[in-house]
């Protein structure tokens, strides 16, 4: 592990001003915040992370899970994991985010992972995290081992020629779906930036993976309060029953009037390069019978949210797996 220098922040602006000077890559490759270090800590002793400088941010005040006039919340990025899935009034209101979190590594890595570097952990293809591989992600220019390689978890949505890596976070699937919004603070002050227009696609920049610029620091997250009945529902398939990343996963939420979906709003995981949600698809379904009575619709909506794919050979099976996961979960919850 290459040698790096370390200092403590306790407050918001010291944090920002501690980074001034970060100028290379996605939040400058040379000074990084570290928050549980569960993501950043791995990649350094692999030499794929090799920053000169940590910022440390477990001191900052950025630790409450608060709700909003909306009936909404404001969780800060600090927030442990572990306390985000077990907040009462998030397992109440929005079971979908805390299976997510809860269906994501262990609970001793969610006791220490947080909000904000959750939503910033990195893909685990694993030519990004072997040096002796090409990967246009980890070094420019350098190629995709995957391509040819090793890609059956990877993705089948938003790839490039460039980079087929999936994006791994549980917890963003349902911050997408519910339509989060991320609160930033940077040289230039505050800014609020939809989670929708937060991660970016590979195209010929797979090192570039969100919207942040060097120094960058996400302070919260905030979602909307949902309408009275709402309901919501996470759908996790992988390879194993534990401590396993999706191979294709849904967030899903509806508002039912009786058997008929009002409304509804639905993210996927493990297919895309950023967590995937398609408006055209929710369409498909608004207005239309839930349940068994569904089953029609929603392999119409799971078509729509899949158009697109470009499966490799080892992940073809992922287009078919997709679909049935939208349409298991969307049953579900809807019956
Ligand atoms: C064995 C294993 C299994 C796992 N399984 C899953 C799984 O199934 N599902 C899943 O979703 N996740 C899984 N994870 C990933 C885990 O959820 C992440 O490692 C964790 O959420 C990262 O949070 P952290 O606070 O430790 O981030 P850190 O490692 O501290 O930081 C990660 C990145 O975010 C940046 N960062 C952190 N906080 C901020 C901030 N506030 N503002 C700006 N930049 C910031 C850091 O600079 C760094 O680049 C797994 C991890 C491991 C090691």
Redesign the pocket.
């Known amino acids: 592990m290459k040698l790096f220098a370390y200092s403590k922040q306790n407050e918001l602006q010291g944090a920002v001003a501690d980074t001034a000077s970060a100028r290379t890559a996605q939040?400058g490759a040379d000074i990084?915040?570290?928050?549980?270090?569960?993501?950043?800590?791995?990649?350094m002793k692999l030499n794929v992370?090799t920053p000169d400088k940590l910022v440390d941010?477990t001191g900052?005040p950025?630790d409450k899970i608060e709700t909003t006039s909306d009936g909404g919340l404001c969780i800060g990025?600090?927030v442990r994991?572990s306390d985000l899935a077990s907040h009462p009034y998030v397992q109440s209101h929005y079971p979908v985010l805390s299976q997510?979190?809860l269906?994501?590594?262990?609970a001793q890595?969610?006791n220490?992972?947080?909000?904000?570097?959750?939503?910033?952990?990195?893909t685990?293809c694993v030519y990004y995290r072997d040096t002796a591989f090409a990967c246009n992600k980890r070094e420019p220019g350098s190629g995709c081992a995957a391509i040819d390689g090793d890609h059956r978890n990877l993705a089948i949505l938003g790839t490039s020629e460039h980079c087929i890596a999936s994006n791994?976070?549980?917890?963003?699937v349902a911050l997408m779906a519910l339509e989060a919004q991320i609160v930033?603070e940077g040289k230039d002050g505050k800014r609020i930036v939809p989670i929708a227009d937060f991660y970016t696609l590979p195209g010929d920049t797979p090192h570039i993976e969100t919207v942040?610029v060097p120094g960058?620091?996400?302070?919260h997250v905030i979602v909307q309060g949902l309408a009275p009945g709402a309901r919501s529902l996470y759908l996790?398939l992988?390879d194993r029953a534990s401590?396993?990343?999706?191979v294709s996963s849904a967030a899903v939420i509806v508002e039912m009037h009786g058997d008929t979906i009002n409304d509804a709003r639905f993210a996927m995981g493990g297919i895309g390069t950023k967590p995937w949600r398609v408006a055209e698809a929710e369409q498909i379904i608004k207005g239309k019978r839930g349940g068994a009575d569904g089953q029609a619709t929603f392999k119409a909506a799971a078509a729509r949210l899949l158009q697109g794919a470009r499966p490799l050979k080892e992940n073809s099976f992922k287009v078919e797996l997709a679909k049935r996961c939208l349409v298991h979960a969307l049953t579900t919850v809807s019956s």
Not at 168 to 172: A, E, K, L, R, Y
């Open positions: 939040q990084r915040y570290i928050a549980g270090g569960t993501t950043l800590i791995d990649l992370e941010i900052l950025l990025a600090m994991n997510a979190i269906s994501g590594a262990s890595l969610r220490k992972a947080t909000t904000g570097g959750n939503l910033l952990q990195k685990r791994p976070s549980d917890m963003n930033i942040l960058d620091l996400i302070t996790k992988r401590y396993e990343f999706a």
